[in-house]
RNA sequence: GCCCCCAUAGCUCAGGGGAUAGAGCGUCUGCCUCCGGAGCAGAAGGCCGAAGGUUCGAAUCCUUCUGGGGGCACCA
């Protein structure tokens, strides 16, 4: 019995309920959303083990005072299998207790499912382009793209885990006069003289540069222009690998990497670009215009504050003109949804970005999502490229440990201001919420070897032997991952699973702390101590989901 | 000026209209002869920024205000 079966028993009994009280006039769909009558866990465990708010919400509709019908609900609610007491408290709510048996099987099962536990069908049909990150390859990652980094990887997790097809990808602003800026400064540095104005200063260029030069020593003979585009191309190459390699050190995985080049690209047969025919594809929806001797969209259709001009007087297409063939070319590539991961310091796209799906034809409520995340601080200095006290990604890294990070930096909402304690996320003890879920997590594993050693093993399950208050609490907790899950995928909200696995991780403590599962010095082992070692193993599993969606180890040892 | 986000314990942060608002850290008190004490049990700590409104019920939804962060290019 979980909590998705008992509310499909709760709603047959309560439009049972309706209509002995309507005689047929009006059904319980009309008074109450199927969705709205949901089983939750109470904050309390002296509310049971599931609640429902289900009378509260029926009663004014149907007349008659939420507790009068919360007990008449609860009368056959009470008779369901598996199901020990329904209660009738407060001001309405049906407090359910399940018998410890039906409760338990879960931990089976857990087992039975392995890595699959937690993956459900809420996403199912629906096709997402994710993107995120997206930095220029003209320098490496710094902290404002980590969060975005941890976030929209675990988003994708989380939405493939709920049956979406997904996509995650990377856009690469590899054309524009940024290039020409990056390898001019690459250049310049190749050949010791002073970054030029407007061009890229750090070591990191100087670096590059001699990177380059080993790899073309010829490269200063060469004629300017010539020089200027090796260098340009040779670096540009060597600063994504080196972006690739931090990502995938980071466990962020992208599905895709695309190039803006492919959309400046011609056509050879007709000598068009997606770019030229993006224009013309907005246009032929009646949403581009002329003037000044520029091409306009006419953004302000879609709650932009002011158009946009998508091409120049002089001829060249601005950055909205990409981004306008790029949006379409998800499209063609059989997206219906696209998500895009941006930074507050972004967040005048957002307009931008709606109106292109507008003038697209498409859906701007429906087929396009911006997510605006708020920037990280470090010790309450916030970190900016005007300030010039950027952190690197890869140091970052190096620094705090990629689970650290990463769990800092998904265990709260996007939208939510961050700040990074580094001596905190150094610390490797329980100041450090990671840790405090993945030492439960090696705890199970330790468990299980010892139970192994000791001669416990999973050879009998009697979950109705599953009694003790916290063995109830974990057994709450673990069956409800799956919707947790899906929870997470539907708000893309990956901190949910964070905070899940945290209280998880507590209530394995205290259960370890009151439920043996090896028996004391020449107790006999018996079906309780076996059926404890599911227990302990499922809650091991399920940790073991949970971090796997947020890109963290969950090591055997510590 | 216009637009977006935020405001909850001393600190960092959770809380999709429900019951007595939570966690970790920090402070204080207990618990290791036996499955990992990186743990557990307990104490203290709150006008949920302010004021109105909607509701049987608001930290949560709406409006206004205050305070903080960010953004408003024929840049990329």
Redesign the pocket.
Known sequence: MNPDQLADHLYAIVTRVVERRRGGRGSVDSLVARTDIRL?R???R???DW?S?VA??L??PLGVS?RELAEEIAVDAGRLEGVASAEV?????I?FRLDAGAAGVVAKVILDAGEAYGRNVTQAGSTINLEFVSA?PTGPLHIGHTRWAALGDSIARVLKASGAQVASEYYI?D?????DKFGASVLAAAKGEPTPPDGYPGQYIADLAAAVLEREPDLLALPDDEALGRAREIAYELQLAEIRQALRDFNVEFDVWFSERTLHAKDPRTDRSLVDDAVERLRAQGHVFD????VWVRTTDFGD??D??IR???G?Y???AADAAYYLNKGDRGFRHKIYLLG????????RLRALAGAAGDDPDRDIEVL?G??V?IN?A?L?KRAGNIIELTDLQRWLGTDALRYSLS???A???????PE?LRS??????V??VQ??H??T???S???QAAGVARSAFAPELLGHETESALLGALQEFPRIV??AA??R?P??VA?YV?EL??LY??W???????P??EEPVTDLHRTRLWLNDATGQVIRNGLGLLGVSA????
Not at 175 to 179: F, H, K, N, P
Not at 428 to 433: E, Q, S, V
Request: proline share 6%.
């Open positions: 939750e109470p904050r309390n002296d509310h049971g609640a708010n509260m919400r009663a004014k939420p408290a407060g001001p309405g709510f407090n220029n602003n054309a524009g006069s940024q290039m003037r000044d001797g520029a504050d002011k946009r001009v120049r007087s002089n060249v601005t950055y909205f507050a310091d972004h967040h005048g796209y957002v307009h605006i708020q920037l601080s309450g916030k900016s265990r709260s909402p939208d939510s201001p961050l700040t990074l304690d905190l490797h003890t329980n100041d450090n919420p840790y405090y030492y439960a090696a705890r594993r330790s468990v070897r010892n139970a899906a929870q539907e708000l909200e901190h949910r905070r945290e991780a507590g403590h205290k370890y702390d009151s439920c043996r599962v090896i004391l010095g090591p055997e040892r510590m």
